[in-house]
Structure formats: C-alpha cells, structure tokens
C-alpha cells in the first residue's frame, strides 16, 4: 500500500486528484495540503511513497520542490503541469527523476505515471539497501585488515598466519570476522 502526499493549492484540485489516486488504487493513505511549505515539512518529518505536485502552489512553481523529494528522500515524484509549460518544467526536473505529466490530466497517462514512478522508487530502494550491504562489507574488510595488520605487528605472524588465525577464532567462537577483528584491534591497538 503506498502513502501518498498530495500537495495542490486548491480544494478543487486536492479533491479531483485525490480520486484519481483512489480510482488508480493502491493508494487508501492520502495525505493533502495546500502548498510547498507545508508539503516540506511533512517530507523532512515522515515518509512518503509518492509524492504528486499540481503546479503551480499558491507559494512556488513546484519544480524546487520536485526536487528536493527526489534528491533528499527515496519517494517518487510526480508533477501535474498545464500542456504548455511541460517541455519547460521537465528540462528543469527530469534529470532529479521527477516524472511530469500534462493538464488536463488523461486518466491512463496518469495511472501509467504512478505505476513508473514507483517502479523507480522500489528500484532506488533496492539500491540504496544493496548499497548499505556493499559499505558494511568493505568496512568489515578494512576491519579485518587492521586487525590482521595488528597480530603481524604484534604477534610476529605473516599475513595468511594471521588470516588463519581471524578465521579459526570466527569459527571457535561462533563469532562474525567482524567481532573478532574489533576484539583483537581493541586488545592491540588500546595504547597506540
């Protein structure tokens, strides 16, 4: 089920586009306001799947804040411009992922839209998190390198000695490389 921020500046708009969103389904938790202020704090404040702006907002154009969801969050952006300014806005906002799409709204486009846009939000998703595994191995690593570093330096072993030896002691004691290595960087490296 995807959390959906609405930000439009008038009840006309919130309204229409709220049944769109509902008609399109997948989103029962829409949340909507009334302009780019307010839409910022409740970005910075919570998390948001999707994000669609009817621009333009009684305080701004929209774009900067289009933005700002894409380069500061994980949540999609979808932007609703009139047919005239699309080529413009886009030029502006597609290179942050932000997907604009024209007014009047075609039901399809619109649908087809949300469908993207949460494609390439699941898929940032997936690389942020693929990320986060790829930093916690390099930092386990250079973990293990320090450590392996510290019984060359003072227990006297060669280097496959001292991976040997990392390893038995993961293995002992049921323990990740990891939490050897911090053990062994600690007991070494306390009076350095």
């Known amino acids: 089920m995807e959390n959906v921020l609405l930000v439009a500046g008038t009840e006309k708009g919130r309204e229409s586009i709220s049944s769109l969103l509902r008609e399109a389904g997948g989103y ?3 949340t909507a306001v009334s302009c780019g202020n307010e839409a ?15 621009s333009p907002l009684p ?11 894409t380069e500061q969050t994980l949540s999609a952006a979808v932007m609703l411009v009139r047919m005239e300014f699309v080529d413009e806005v886009t030029a502006i906002v597609e290179d942050a992922g932000v997907l604009v799409v024209p007014k009047p709204i075609v039901k399809q486009v619109f649908f087809q839209s949300l469908k993207l846009a949460n494609s390439m939000r699941r898929r940032l998703v997936s690389l942020r998190s693929e990320n986060s595994k790829l930093q916690r191995k390099i930092e386990e690593i250079k973990l293990v390198d320090r450590a392996k570093w510290a019984l ?17 002691q993961a293995m002992d004691l049921r323990q990740s490389r990891r ?14």
């Open 28 to 30: 029962p938790a829409i």
């Open 40 to 54: 910022r704090r409740l970005i910075l404040d919570g998390e948001w799947d999707t994000v669609v702006i009817n």
């Open 152 to 168: 060359i330096q003072y227990l006297h072993m060669n280097e496959q000695q001292a991976h040997r030896y990392i390893e038995k």
């Open 59 to 69: 305080d701004e154009s929209g774009e900067d804040l289009a933005r700002m969801v």
């Open 179 to 192: 939490d050897v290595a911090e053990r062994i960087i600690k007991t070494y490296e306390q009076g350095r």
